[in-house]
C-alpha cells in the first residue's frame, strides 16, 4: 500500500491506495480502491485492543516470565552447593599457605602470590553464592513490580498509539510475522478492505469500510 494525498468534498485527507497501481497505471491493476489511513490504522488497533491489549494475554505472559525464571532460579540453586563446595577448599588451601608462611621468617613469593589469589577467588565466590540466595527474593520483588506496571501501561496504551502513530505502527511492526495485505471486498454493508496479516499470537483479520475520496485534483 502507499500513502497519498486525497479529498473527502473539500477536506484534505491521508489515504492509502494500491501502490503497484500507483507506479505501475490502471492497465497493470485495476484496484482503485482508497482508504482513509486514520479509518484503516483504527481498525487495526482495535484488532491490537481486542486480541493483545486483554488482561488474560499480559498475565498469560507473565506467567510464563515467572516459570521461566523459576526454571533459572533452580539451577542457581543447585549451583549453590558445589560453589560451596569449591569455597571450603580455596579456605583450606589458604589456611594451609598461611600456616607455611608463618614457618619461616621470609616467605617466599610464589606462596604470597598463591595467597593473594587464593584470596580473589574466595571473595568472588562468596559474591556469587550471596548473589543466588538473594536472587529468588530480589526477582519476585520485581516480578511484582512489572505486574504492576503491566496493568497500568496497558490502561494508556491505547490512547498513546491514537495520538502517536508513528508509535502505533512500531508496534504493530513488532506484533507481526511478515506484512499485512489490503484486500478490497464486497459486502452487504458495501466495499470494505480486508485487513489480513500473522501476529505473533494468531492471524489478524480486521475490516473498514471504504470511504469514497478523491484525488487532491478532484478525479
Not at 532460579?73 to 560451596?84: H, I, Y
Not at 577467588?121 to 520483588?141: C, G, N
Request: aromatic fraction near 4%; charge should be neutral.
Amino acid at each position: 500500500m502507499h500513502t497519498t494525498n486525497g479529498k473527502i468534498g473539500t477536506t484534505k485527507v491521508k489515504v492509502y491506495i494500491c501502490s503497484w497501481r500507483w507506479h505501475r497505471g490502471e492497465a497493470v491493476c485495476s484496484n482503485s480502491a482508497r482508504g482513509l489511513v486514520e479509518r484503516m490504522d483504527d481498525a487495526v488497533i482495535g484488532w491490537i485492543e481486542e486480541h493483545v491489549l486483554r488482561e488474560e494475554v499480559y498475565l498469560a505472559a507473565l506467567d510464563e516470565l515467572r516459570a521461566r525464571i523459576g526454571e533459572r532460579t533452580r539451577e542457581a540453586d543447585n549451583q549453590v552447593p558445589r560453589l560451596e563446595a569449591e569455597m571450603k577448599k580455596k579456605t583450606t588451601e589458604l589456611q594451609r599457605l598461611g600456616r607455611l608462611a608463618a614457618s619461616t621468617d621470609t616467605p617466599p613469593a610464589t606462596i604470597i602470590e598463591d595467597m593473594s589469589r587464593l584470596e580473589r577467588e574466595r571473595l568472588s565466590l562468596t559474591t556469587r553464592i550471596d548473589v543466588l540466595r538473594t536472587a529468588p527474593k530480589t526477582i519476585d520483588m520485581e516480578l511484582d513490580r512489572m505486574e504492576r506496571e503491566a496493568r497500568k501501561r496497558a490502561k494508556e496504551f491505547l490512547s498513546l498509539l491514537r495520538r502517536n502513530p508513528a508509535e502505533a505502527r512500531a508496534v504493530v511492526e513488532s506484533l507481526l510475522v511478515g506484512p499485512l495485505v489490503a484486500t478490497p471486498i464486497e459486502t452487504p454493508e458495501g466495499r470494505r478492505f480486508r485487513l489480513t496479516g500473522t501476529a505473533v499470537i494468531g492471524p489478524l483479520v480486521a475490516e473498514t469500510g471504504i470511504t469514497t475520496v478523491s484525488d487532491p485534483n478532484g478525479n
